[in-house]
């Protein structure tokens, strides 16, 4: 079972959206024939711990030098293939969460999904520049007035399940979230966006934030590491992303993965 990546701009839904997918896919799994059922995982820099400072090479914080060597980066993607390899296989769906902006780290797990002989798509959360800014800047509105995640509840991050034992997703095919998307997005009718008075992710620091929209590289369904390619934009109707999550499905468990030959 495949590998599902996505992408977009800093603070355009990505998370929002891929929590979505995973309640759908839940559902979808729960109510497939598919014996033994199918894992399903989420992987974001949430799960694995990954702060937003190291994507932070924007010139005004950063001598040329370390931009250079990138190194934090570097570490961070390290960890996340590894979390996404530890899992992968035909019987694993995995939902990889975050920017995922560079071609070449979005051909690197292609490549592995190859090796694990499992399919892949990307999905590209749209959303205008514009738009994704004022959500960073509202975040960093919310941590000077000192209401982010330090002084809240339970942050909502899902459940790693690659991060746990292997046991522990066979019982309900993987499908599990330590704690629970926002209610209704269990639903294929109603899949909304949670509220801000939820949001308690941290913000990133402004030029850090310019600087990932300059360097995103916006995938290309040309090319076979980004194709199938699905978009979700910012103002899709819950009908809308229903069918995408339905069309993703079927891409990557329904009849149009056996169109995908191994040697792809
Ligand atoms: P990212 O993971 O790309 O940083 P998030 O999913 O965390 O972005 O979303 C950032 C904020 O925008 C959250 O407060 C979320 O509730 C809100 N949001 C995301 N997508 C939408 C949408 N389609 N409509 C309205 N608000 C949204
Ligand atoms: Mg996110």
Not at 9 to 18: N, V
Not at 30 to 42: I, K, M
Not at 132 to 158: I, W
Request: glycine letters at 4%; hydrophobic letters at 30%.
């Amino acid at each position: 079972m495949p590998l599902i990546i996505i992408t977009g701009l800093p603070t355009s839904g990505k998370t929002t959206r891929a929590r979505q997918l995973h309640a759908y896919l839940a559902d979808r799994i729960a109510s497939s024939p598919q014996n033994p059922p199918y894992r399903l995982h989420l992987i974001s820099d949430q799960t694995q711990d990954i702060s937003r400072t190291v994507y932070d090479l924007s010139p005004t914080e950063l001598p040329a030098h370390v931009r250079s060597a990138n190194a934090s980066e570097k570490d961070a993607r390290a960890a996340l293939y590894g979390a996404v390899k530890r899992v992968l296989s035909p019987r694993d769906v995995v939902i990889l969460d975050g920017l995922n902006y560079i071609k070449g780290w979005r051909y690197q797990l292609y490549c592995e999904a190859k090796n694990a002989r499992t399919p892949h798509c990307v999905v590209q959360v749209g959303c205008s520049v514009e738009q994704a800014r004022q959500v960073n800047e509202a975040r960093l509105a919310r941590r000077a007035a000192g209401t982010t995640s330090q002084s809240t509840s339970t942050p909502p991050a899902p459940a790693d399940t690659a991060s746990s034992s292997p046991t522990d997703d066979t019982e309900n095919g993987g499908a599990t979230m330590a704690t629970e998307p926002p209610t209704d997005t269990k639903t294929e009718t109603n899949p909304q966006p949670e509220s801000d008075e939820n949001d308690n992710e941290d913000p990133y620091t402004p030029s850090n934030w310019e600087n990932l929209v300059y360097r995103y590289e916006e995938p290309n369904p040309m090319t076979r590491w980004d194709s199938p390619l699905f978009t979700l934009i910012w103002t899709d109707t819950p009908s809308q992303i229903t069918t995408t999550f339905s069309q993703i499905w079927d891409s990557i468990a329904g009849p149009a993965r056996k169109l995908i030959r191994p040697n792809q």
